[in-house]
């Protein structure tokens, strides 16, 4: 399945069109491709997305920017100078079919893959370089900041959006030390 941009991808898509301009660009589970198509719209350098969806890679094949499947980074190989991850945030649901749980659920906890995701996104970074990160309120985010500490990056708010039931947040994280 296929994930749909949504209040998250168009929260995230403002923040990458901001920032994307002249910048060798990488997007993570790109689902829809939307946060790809904003980098390349507004003069991004590069552009490469990755999903592990094999459905997402057949639909954005032969498109603007380069696509590849990779289980995260796991066939990624270069630096980049902004990183940009939407990826599934949720705690697992049991009332949630499989199909859209693959593009929600982010673990048992919910922050599974985002711990995953930045244990090894440090070399993929060039210097000076960011990441962007969509958060949730419902995502338990202590395990995520200590990880963020381990690796010695650090985080901030650039924008956020309350929802009904949760607020969605765009992280800018920075290897300490950086700006």
């Known amino acids: 399945m296929i994930y749909s941009p949504s209040d998250d991808s168009y929260l995230l898509e403002e923040e990458v069109r901001k920032r994307a301009r002249g910048k060798k660009v990488l997007d993570v589970g790109t689902g829809s491709g939307i946060q790809a198509r904003a980098a390349y719209s507004v003069g991004a350098r590069e552009v490469l ?3 592990i969806d094999s459905e997402v890679i057949e639909k954005l094949k032969g498109g603007e920017f380069e696509i590849k499947k990779s289980d995260l980074l796991s066939k990624v190989y270069g630096k980049f100078d ?3 991850f939407n990826p ?3 705690p697992l649901d049991s009332r949630e079919d499989s199909e859209s749980a693959l593009a929600t659920t982010g673990g048992e906890r919910g922050d599974e893959i985002i711990v995953r995701f930045l244990r090894e996104v ?3 970074l060039e210097r000076g370089g960011e990441i962007l990160l969509v958060v949730s309120s419902l995502t338990p985010l202590a395990r995520i900041r200590r990880v963020l500490k381990e690796e010695g990056f650090r985080e901030r708010v650039v ?3 309350k929802m009904f039931m949760e607020v969605l947040e765009v992280w800018e994280i920075i290897p300490k030390g950086s700006k």
């Open 49 to 51: 997305a990755v999903d």
């Open 82 to 84: 902004l990183i940009v």
């Open 88 to 90: 599934p945030y949720l």
């Open 122 to 124: 440090g070399e993929h």
């Open 159 to 161: 924008a956020s959006k």
